[in-house]
Each structure stands twice: as C-alpha cells, then as structure tokens.
C-alpha cells in the first residue's frame, strides 16, 4: 500500500484567502473530478477528471505550433477558427499542444499533485487565515478521489486544521463515512427533490443523495449548512422549496444558504468547447431570493442569501 | 503594421479570483465631514496650487542687508523678515488659522537651495543645469493633469514646475531674486565642491542616466522625520526664549562658542513667530469688524483671543493646544523645502488636554470631530515648492504628513486611546489625503482600535497603512545601537515621511501637575543621502557594459567581464551598484554640509531633542540620534525578477544566449516603446511588426521565476539581494559620522524611473513603470493568491531595513460587510505576525480608476493609494495612474 502522503490527485486550483466557503478566512481546493453533470456549473473545467487543454480564443495569435505539435491531428485552424476534435484526443497524456503554446492560448484543465505536496501549501497558507479560517476541499465534487480526499482531511484534522467540504452529496455513503470523522463542517448541495427533474438537469437521480443526507445527520457531529443554487425555471417552484425544507426538518440541521445562478463560467465553457445550457437560465431576482427566504424561515429554517453569511 | 492589445490579449492578467462583472462597485463606506468642514472642503476643491514671492523676498532683501554676519544668525534675520512679512489669510468657517502664504494652497520657491529650476527654461542657467545631468529626472516625469494642479499658463498666471501658478508680475520680482542667488544657493556651491570628488565625472552621468533620481542636499533637505512639539506645549514660544537667554549667558565666552550663534539664532526667529502669530490675531479681528453674522464675528474674536494668547503662552485647553501644535508645523514648513515632515503620535500627544477638557466638560465627541476635520484641511491644505520631477516624480505632489496611532507607551504598554479612535473617524467623515495614517500594530493594541483601523481602510483612501511596531522597533534598537537607544526609547518611534521608521524620545509634559511622557521625533531627516537608486537600469548597464544603451553614453568604466555565468553577472551588477552608492554618498555630503552652513535648520533644531541642551543644531549633530542618511532603491523587484530569468533561460536552461536576450531587450520584445503609445502599464503595450519574432523568448522570460508566488527559485535571490543591500550600505559613512543604512520605498519614482529603462529580462517592457513599493509583485506576475505573496515577501527578515512596503488592491466585495471586516483585520494581522513591516490597500474596483482616468471631471475626490501615500486621483500623473490600475487585484473568491 503506498502511504498516505504520496497519494496522487488532480486539482485544478487552490486559492487563499477564500471568505465565502466556511468560516473565517481560508484555503479552497478545487478538486477534479464530479459525478454530476449540473447545465449550470461555475467550474465545468472540474467537472471531468481528466486532464484536458482549455482553449483561450483571445491570446491565440494562429501560430500553428499547437497544430504542428499533435500527434493525431486533433487540431484544425481554418479561417473561421481554431478548432480541436477532443474524441481524437481522450487518451492523449501529456498535450504537447499546450507544452508548445507560447501564449497561453492554450491550458490545462486541471494538475497532478499528491498529498504531500498539496499539504506544503496548506501550511504555507495557514499562518494568514487569522483565527477561524481552515480549508475547504471543493470541486468538482470532492469525495470523488475519495483517498486523495480522505488523507487530506486526516492529515489537516490531526493538525488541528478547521476542515470543510462542499459537496454534491452524489457518492456513495462509504465514502461519507470515511471522511466524516475528519470534518468540522459540510456544505450539502440540494438541488432538486423531483427526482426526474433532478435526473434531467444533472444527470443523476437525486436518491442516493436524500439517503445520505439522513444518514449523514444521524452520524455527522459537526455542522451543515445545506446549499441551493438557484435556477429559475429549474428549481424554484414553491413545491420544491416545501420539499427541501421538509428534508431538512428531518434532520438536526436548520441552515440553508441560496446561491442565485450567475453567468461567470461563461468563458470557461466557450475554452471547453462545451455548451453552455445556464446562459439561457436567467439570473433570480432580488425579490425572488427575499421570497425564497421567507419561505425557509417561515418554517423555522435560517436562510442565507449569496454571500451573506453570518460566518 | 501595430495592433492595439485588447484587454483579454495581454500577457498579464491583473486579477486573482473572479473578474468582477456587472456594474462598477463603489467603496462601500461613505461618510460626511460636519457642514463647517465641508465648506472649507469645497473651496480646496476648487483652489489651485499658487505660489508667492512674498516670503522669498523679504527672506533674500534681508539676508542681503546683513552681509559679514554670521550666517546662522543672518539665516535666522532673514527668516524673521519672513516670517514678519508674511500676509495672513484666514478663511471663512476655520477654527484652526495660518498657513505658508496668504493662499489657500499657498507655497513659494526657496531660491536659497536651488535657484535655477524656475529660471526661464530658454536661459543660460537651464541649459547648464541640463549639462551637469541635473534636468533628467524633470524631463520623464508627467505630471498629474487634474485637480489643483497649475500645468499651463492661463492668462495671467504662470504655470512652474508644472504645478503651481504664479501671478504675472510676481515673475520679475522671482527671477531677479533667483539670479541673487546665482552661484551663492546651496546648489550652486555645493555643485562647487562636489566635483572635487574623485569620480565626480561617474556621477553626472549616472544623474543623467537617472540610474539616481535627485540630490538630496538642495532639493528637499528636510523631512522624512517626525516633528516634536514638546518645547513649545511645556514652555510656550516666550518659555523658549527664557531658555536661550540663560543658556547664552551660559555659554557666552566659552569654547564651542557656535552654540551662543545657535541660541542666539534661536531666539531671533521666535521675535519673528510671535509677530507673525500676532498679525494673524490681527488679522482675524479685522475679519471680526467686518463680519455681520454674529456667530461668525464671536469665532474671529476667539481666533485671536487664542493667537494672542499664545504668542507668550502654554495652551490652556486642547483647542489651544492643536492651534500651537500646528503654529509650529507651519513654521518648519517655510523654513526649508519640506516633504514628509509628519506630525507623528499627535492623539497621544494632545491627550492629556482632551481628557482634561473631556473630562470638566468643555469638550464633546462633536466638537473634537469638528477641530481634528479642521485639522485635516489644513494639513491637505499644505503644497511643497520643489521642482517638477521632485514634486511630480518623487511625490506626485503629495506632502506625506504622517500622523500615527497605536503603538506602545514608555513602559511598554498600549498607547492606543478615545481620541485616537476620533481622529481615524475624522480621517473617514473628512476623507482627505493629509495627514495620510499609519497604524503602529503591536499585539497589544485592543480589539475595538484595530478594527476601528479597519472601518478606516475600508472606506478605500488607503489609510491606515499597517505598520509592524515590533519590526520598527528592532529595526531601530539596531541602527541607534552605538548612539544608545535602549528599549524604552524604541518605543517613541513613528513614522516620518510616507514609511520612514523614525526615531523618537519621550519627553515630560506637565498639564496640571502631573507629567505625561509623550513622544516625538528626535533625529534630523531620514531619507537623505543617496536617493532612489534604479536597480533595473544599473542591471542594464550590466548586460551592456558599463553603457546607458538608451542614450548610448558611458556611464560606468566597462566591468570587462564576459558574462558567462550568472555568477559573473551578479558579481559585475554589485560593483556598479557599490560604485553608484560611494560616489553619490560623498557628492551628498558635500551638499548637505553646505546646506547646513548656508540654511541651517533652526527652528526644527530647535524642536528636536537635544539641540536645545547641546547648542549644536542638527546639521552639525545636535539631535538625540543621527544615523539618518540612507540609501533608497526603486525596482527591487524587477531586479530579481530579472535575474532569475537571466539565471534559468540564459544560464541553466539555455534556452538562449546573453546576446540574444541583449537584443530582445534592445527590440524590446517586439513592442512600441512606451513614450510612443502614452500607456505605461505592461498590459497595455502595443506590438510592432516584428512581435512574433520574439513572441518565444518573451514568453520564456514572462514565464520565469516571479517573485510574488512563494517560489523558492526567485525568492532565494530575492532575499540574497535584500541582506546584500543591508550589508553594503554599512560600508559607506555619512556626513554625521555614521554608516547609511537601506530604506526601501519607491514613493513615484518607479514610474519615471521605468520610463527611461529598456525591456527587462523578466518581460517588462521598455519604458514601462515599475513594480511598486519594496516587496510588491510586479503588476499581474503574482498568480498564486495572497497568500503566497505574503510568504514570498516575508521571505527575509524585514528590521534590516528602515521599512518595507507591501502595497495590495483589493476588490469592495472580498471584504465587504463585518464579517468581511473581521476576515480582512485576520489577514492583515497575519501578515504582519509572519514578519511583516507595513501592508495598505486600495480598496476599489478597478475599473473605477479606468473610468476615473476617461472621466477626470467625475472624480474630483477619488483617492488612491500609490506607495506609502494617498493622493487624489486626478492630481497623479499618467505613470503612476496605470500602475495603480494595473496591479493585481484580489477580488471574491
């Protein structure tokens, strides 16, 4: 067995002073990898595990050298733009295409770390939280690498670390238990309680997710804090916020933070050749988040709005 | 064929987390000053920077009367015609009067230091100076086209130094009175003896190189320093001249007769405040007899009830303290050409008053407010007369009147109280660049004063700058170690000048019996000697053999080195910079010893520590502590930067050779200069046809170590540079005896300083600002978030020097709220705790600034902060304007 400090991962970035994810000041780890497909994602780039270049139209000069540099040919330049075919390049390794481009034009999705590594930046960074701070392993979903993950939150914990994760509650509960008795505090994504629905804007049902939602409150000491990112016309009906808020009741947590859809990722999309489905979703209204508050609140359930955190 | 670089094209990105979209965020707090306060505030708004010639000629008709007498005491006759000369001019709403001339932003030229800058430019006078390499930094450096500033003739008022605005028939008068002082100004004669020098021919041309940006003997003399109010509170101005009289009957008749000169100068000048003090009382009842509105007729009377009283007396009361404090500052001001003459720990020093009067009842929270707002505009009022490339160059016209708060007491406890609380609320309700604050931050200041520090940086003007007092105080226990400051007197310390670790004593004020230690500076000017070293042009002329490649002169003898390992290049840039550093410290102790004979210091003398006890005055070492003259650097951080890349791409991984990055720089990376496309920002520049050939090698070099990223590669040379920068300056001795010692701040100078510098090896282009500060990241190059830069730049130990300076932008949202609030005083804590000397921000979207410098008219009150000062947006040039809008912003994550 390799030992826990050299356990590989892939991230995609880590970035300090982070003060909405959690209390205090902190660290966030983008870890790579989901199991959900979400139209609306901010990180899209995380959401596969895989390596992949980005491709950043506006620093591309049209040298070619990308071009010249791939192995199987993915990469067209015509007149109407710069084009990468990426079901030619799954399997590539080490994208000399991206090694090759001068301009960073071109860039990688995500990087190689191991545990070890990541912690050197962890204590680097440790020392400029202040009191209250700690990390907060995101993503993508961060049980996916469920060891990288794990020996993360262990090493952090047995360090006195305040440790957090923001998760989409979509994995198995054996991976729930092997993080959970190094954790101070869960974000728990609740997205959609319409299980065909969920399935239709995630790509997943939304079972295993209530299960471990109760499963977690029976086990979990710390705090969670249960996240609703707000698409309207997805999940802002009033049937779905009564069936979040029953859910919640259920369990001995009584917090639920609304993150309204923004269109921020567009950029990251368009570098991923990829679609993007929330641009055609429009951003909530101010009056639709007051509304939605007073519905959670109503039942007795504190409700924050954006970044509006009492932490 | 040129393509204009779009925003998203360029090689740098200036933000860290989200690119903040949607409407542009306003600071998120805003207060008010109180109605009085905002009248006077208005009326600066729309005053232009005027100079008069009424103080230089009575000071030069004087001077000239009293040829053969001994010069300090003719120095002290002509400042009292001055000073007895000088139209008072109180304007309607002030409670707290006088000023350097009758105008609201009132200044003159003092031709006795340096006459020939505002000589008519087309003149013979010019045209020598410009021989003599004294004109360069004037000639690079913009100047802010906005605000007060007076550019360009209109009509009958004159613009000179391209700020201030002279009346028409007030030029005659000026250039007779300059060519007075042809040949006889501390300039003049000190130009005379420096060139005895040997090597005196090496330093014209590193001035004409501006690899050294100014002398400091005639330009600003003093400064940088800490005033002591301390005299004139426990004695009054007649309680002074009691002490000169007895100490000359002391001393009259025996060796070391220059002190009885000295006292006698002393009591001279004080005649010659009392009058001035007097025709402002004066003055004010004149205001009085013509005033119909009752009220306003009582507060004239009361203006010179208190201006009447303190011609002989102590303040009875807190109001009458500040009036005094600031009779004082004034007068120090028109002594000597003054940036940086900071008014130090004023709420603890006026504390005993205010408790006093809070206490009986005299005095409320309100009224405070009202006084210290006051306080504010007469020290926002304040315009120094220099040169344009000092003024514009060094300053961007700001006076750095550093007043600070925090601390330690005598016995070590925390000197943070009520009224300091105030004065950071009137720096938020009267937001106003004077007096800039700076935040003395020990551990053992409490909870509610840092964060009231914090409220205060968040309003976004970029004061309190966050000071480490422990770092000071190590600092300064090392440098005043053979003049014997212990601990408790470590503790007396502030800031002078924009970031000078100063030295202080306490001295025992009795208010009422009872004795309160208060502190004040009690050293002459810091920040003198060698002035702003270019680090990246002295490397240029490293790769090009000894040459200023621009100009293609010599300005080092050729090291004759081949340059074949980094080792060799390391080796060459040292001896330059040991070689710049020797010649420019003995030409500047020539200057300043004969600055110290022909306009010695008296009245700031007087006010520092001992020099009242030793009759000595400070030019001739008769303050407390005297190892003040240092060696100041700009572009620290491109050095290193540069470095590392000649190190990794030339030497190590050769990716190609010296020669070859030779011409690319020469190329300048296949870019238009900056002096063709008026945009001094690296993100800005636009490409030339030949921008591909060089696309590779500019990407390598961009790519680069950068300091900034908690990169052990670069931040290893970083700190190599830092403790061989501290180390080196010992070997040089200034005119006090004393070894210099390192001082980084780059104040403005990184923007005409970047101007005349090519492309550098770490990407930077050819005529482009600087990075700022001492241990700021280059603009966009520090990509790994701050807290990697806060480890980068604690990557050496900060008390070697006089200061550091860690300038950061910082988006309203990432800290918005009081839970951002909190969040922020955690981080800036850190940073200090992990060594730390000073971090401040500019809190503001940076898109503001842009629309700020489209949309001048729209912003007449926007404040940012550049490197150790805040100033108003509009009053700042070009350079400066683009760097601040181009350092890395730190927005939501």
């Keep these: 067995m390799e030992l826990a400090s050299q356990i590989p991962g892939t991230i995609f970035d880590v970035q300090g002073f982070s003060v909405h994810d959690g209390p205090g000041a902190r660290s966030l780890i983008f870890l790579k990898g989901c199991t959900l497909n979400c139209f609306w994602c901010s990180n899209p780039e995380g959401i596969g595990i895989k390596n992949v270049p980005l491709y950043y139209a506006s620093n591309c000069i049209d040298c070619g050298k990308c071009m010249d540099n791939c192995p199987v040919g993915a990469i067209r330049i015509t007149r109407e733009g710069h084009f990468i075919d990426r079901s030619l390049c799954m399997d590539c390794t080490d994208h000399q295409c991206v090694v090759e481009c001068y301009t960073d034009a071109l860039r990688f999705s995500g990087r190689k770390t191991t545990v070890d590594e990541l912690y050197k930046v962890i204590q680097r960074d440790r020392p400029f939280w202040g009191s209250g701070g700690g990390i907060t392993l995101t993503g993508g979903e961060p049980l996916f690498q469920i060891d990288f993950a794990r020996a993360i939150l262990e090493k952090c914990y047995d360090a006195y670390i305040h440790t957090a994760i923001e998760t989409c509650g979509n994995v198995p509960w054996k991976n729930f238990e092997k993080v959970i008795e190094f954790l101070d505090w869960i974000f728990f994504d609740l997205k959609q309680m319409d299980t065909e629905l969920h399935k239709g804007g995630t790509g997943a049902s939304n079972e295993v997710i209530t299960d471990n939602v109760m499963k977690l409150s029976g086990k979990f000491n710390g705090r969670v804090i249960f996240r609703l990112p707000l698409i309207p016309g997805f999940n802002d009906s009033d049937e779905n916020f009564e069936r979040i808020a029953a859910l919640i009741l259920k369990t001995k947590w009584r917090e639920i933070n609304i993150l309204p859809l923004h269109h921020l990722g567009r950029e990251k999309y368009e570098s991923l050749g990829r679609e993007y489905k929330g641009l055609s979703y429009p951003i909530p209204s101010k009056d639709k988040l007051l509304e939605v508050k007073s519905v959670f609140e109503s039942k007795g359930i504190t409700c924050y709005i954006g970044h509006e955190t009492p932490f | ?893």
């Design chain 2, 1 to 893: 064929m040129t393509e204009q670089n779009n925003f998203l094209e360029c090689p740098v990105s200036n933000y860290y987390g989200d690119v903040p979209k949607g409407e542009i965020q306003a600071r998120e707090i805003h207060k008010q000053p109180t109605p009085r306060v905002e009248k006077i505030r208005q009326l600066y708004f729309n005053t232009q920077s005027s100079a008069s010639v009424e103080f230089p000629y009575w000071y030069t008709r004087r001077w000239e009367e009293l040829e053969g007498e001994i010069p300090i005491v003719r120095r002290a006759e002509a400042l009292k015609a001055a000073f007895e000369h000088s139209t008072p001019a109180i304007y309607p709403g002030e409670i707290l009067v006088m000023g350097k001339a009758p105008f609201l932003r009132g200044s003159y030229p003092m031709p006795w230091l340096s006459e020939a800058f505002f000589m008519a430019q087309e003149g013979e006078l010019y045209q020598a100076a410009l021989d003599a390499g004294k004109v360069s930094a004037d000639q690079v450096t913009t100047m802010g086209q906005g605000g007060g500033n007076v550019t360009e003739s209109v009509g009958n008022v004159i613009s000179i130094a391209g700020k201030f605005g002279l009346r028409k028939e007030e030029m005659p008068m000026l250039l007779d009175i300059a060519k007075k002082w042809y040949n006889k100004s501390v300039d003049d004669v000190g130009h005379k003896y420096e060139q005895m020098v040997p090597g005196y021919h090496e330093k014209e041309e590193i001035m004409r190189a501006v690899i050294c940006m100014f002398d400091s003997g005639y330009t600003l003399p003093q400064g940088r320093e800490v005033m002591n109010y301390y005299y004139p509170l426990q004695y009054g101005i007649e309680g002074i001249k009691n002490i000169c009289d007895e100490k000359m009957k002391q001393t009259a008749g025996y060796p070391d007769m220059d002190r009885i000169y000295f006292y006698k100068a002393v009591y001279i000048i004080l005649e010659g405040i009392q009058t001035w003090v007097k025709n402002y009382a004066e003055e004010a009842r004149f205001m009085a007899s013509l005033e119909q509105d009752a009220s306003s007729k009582e507060e004239y009377l009361d203006i010179a009830e208190r201006l009447d009283w303190l011609v002989a007396h102590t303040p009875r009361n807190f109001h009458d303290a500040l009036q005094l404090v600031w009779i004082f500052h004034v007068a120090v001001l028109n002594e000597d050409a003054i940036s940086g003459l900071s008014p130090g720990r004023l709420g603890q020093i006026l504390y005993p008053y205010w408790k006093r009067d809070m206490d009986q009842g005299l005095l409320t929270n309100e009224k405070t407010l009202e006084l210290l707002e006051s306080m504010r505009m007469k020290f926002t009022e304040i315009d120094c007369f220099a040169s344009m490339g000092v003024v514009g160059g060094v300053l961007s016209g700001n006076t750095f009147n550093n007043l600070c708060v925090g601390g330690l007491t005598k016995d070590g406890n925390s000197a943070a109280n009520d009224l300091e609380m105030l004065i950071m609320e009137s720096a938020m309700t009267c937001d106003t660049p004077q007096p800039t604050l700076s935040l003395l931050y020990d551990e053992k200041l409490p909870e509610d004063f840092l964060m009231k520090g914090v409220e205060c940086t968040k309003i976004g003007t970029g004061y309190p700058a966050w000071v480490n007092n422990q770092v000071a105080m190590e600092f300064l226990l090392n440098n005043f170690k053979k003049e014997g400051m212990g601990l408790e007197e470590a503790r007396a310390w502030s800031i002078g000048g924009c970031l000078e670790t100063s030295a202080g004593s306490w001295m025992p004020l009795v208010v009422d019996g009872v004795t309160h230690y208060i502190p004040g500076g009690s050293a002459p000017a810091t920040s003198v000697g060698v002035h702003f070293l270019s680090l990246p042009k002295i490397l240029e002329a490293v790769l090009f053999d000894g040459l200023d490649k621009k100009t293609g002169r010599r300005v080092y003898p050729s090291h004759g080195l081949a340059l074949n390992s980094y080792e060799e290049v390391w080796e060459a840039f040292k001896k330059y910079f040991d070689s710049t550093v020797e010649v420019l410290t003995l030409t500047n102790n020539i200057q300043h010893d004969v600055w110290g004979r022909i306009s010695p210091s008296i009245i700031n003398s007087m006010l520092k520590p001992d020099c009242l006890d030793t009759g000595r005055d400070i030019s001739r070492k008769g303050s407390r502590y005297n190892r003040t003259f240092n060696v100041e650097i700009c572009g620290g951080v491109n050095l290193v930067n540069s470095l590392a890349s000649i190190k990794k791409n030339v030497f190590e991984d050769k990716s190609f050779t010296l020669d070859v990055l030779k011409e690319a720089i020469v190329a300048n990376f296949g870019y238009a200069p900056a002096a063709e496309t008026g945009a001094y920002s690296l993100s800005e520049q636009v490409k030339d046809s030949h921008y591909n050939d060089w696309l590779k090698i500019h990407k390598q070099c961009l790519d680069a170590p950068k300091y900034g990223n908690d990169d052990i590669y670069v931040d290893s040379l970083f700190r190599e540079w830092q403790e061989y920068f501290s180390a080196t300056c010992e070997n040089y001795i200034s005119l006090y005896g004393e070894p210099l010692y390192s001082c980084q701040i780059s104040v403005s100078t990184h923007g005409p300083m970047g101007a005349v510098t090519l492309a550098t090896a770490d990407g930077r282009l050819d005529g482009t600002t600087f990075a700022d500060g001492s241990v700021s990241a280059y603009p966009g190059s520090d990509k790994s978030g701050p807290y990697a830069l806060f480890s980068s730049a604690t990557c050496y130990n900060h008390s070697l020097s006089q200061n550091s300076q860690l300038n950061m932008k910082i988006h309203p949202s990432a800290i918005a709220g009081r839970e951002g609030a909190r969040k922020f005083l955690e981080m800036i804590k850190s940073y200090l705790r992990k060594g730390g000397f000073h971090i401040q921000f500019n809190v503001v979207d940076s898109r503001m600034l842009k629309d700020a410098q489209a949309h001048p008219d729209k912003y007449r009150g926007l404040m940012v902060r550049v490197a150790g000062f805040t100033q108003y947006w509009v009053e700042l040039g070009k350079q400066i304007q683009d760097e601040v809008i181009a350092r890395t912003e730190y927005s939501e994550i």
